[in-house]
């Protein structure tokens, strides 16, 4: 069972905001209504796909389907822009300022990555513990994932498009 798209299907509000600059806001309400302590979204995750959900479970969480729409409207944005808006300011930043330190701290990201996966890949590279080696290796991921990012866009399948 795909828990997100059965979430999206019962509170899509909810749902996007999982996967925006408010996921840690959605998932404490979530975890709230489900009851699970110190809630995080394997844990809820679980609960869907064990079919632990009750009807008032089911109740509650398109309660808060309903709220966040209410404060999408009493705000007069949608939860989906925010992370479009984010990306879009930091550009606009990059834009005013003429900074060349987003450029520069791209090339570093860029050749740490292709520097020390070159280095594994033919076996040149000192022996690390694995434990330190897998945490390096997972910074540098999300590092270049983060500034691929920033110069290319999101990696979400959603269509870009400026909010209305």
């Not at 594994?120 to 434990?131: C, E, N, Q, S, Y």
Request: negative net charge.
């Amino acid at each position: 069972m795909d828990w997100l798209g059965t979430l999206k299907a019962l509170a899509p509000t909810v749902a996007t905001c999982l996967g925006g600059p408010l996921a840690g806001a959605a998932v404490s309400a979530l975890g709230s209504i489900l009851g699970v302590p110190e809630p995080t979204q394997d844990k809820i995750s679980q609960m869907f796909q064990d079919g632990q959900l009750t009807p008032d479970h089911l109740a509650q969480i398109r309660t808060l389907e309903i709220q966040y729409q209410n404060d999408e409207k009493e705000r007069g944005f949608r939860y989906a822009d925010l992370q479009f808006k984010d990306t879009a300011d930091a550009r606009q930043m990059l834009m005013n300022t003429h900074s060349y330190t987003p450029a520069i701290l791209t090339w570093i990201v860029v050749a740490a990555f292709i520097g020390i996966e070159g280095a594994l890949l033919l076996g040149v590279a000192p022996k690390v513990d694995d434990i330190v080696l897998g945490r390096i290796l997972a910074t540098l991921d999300m590092s270049l994932a983060l500034v691929l990012g920033f110069w290319f866009g999101s990696s979400n399948n959603q269509p870009r498009q400026p909010p209305k």
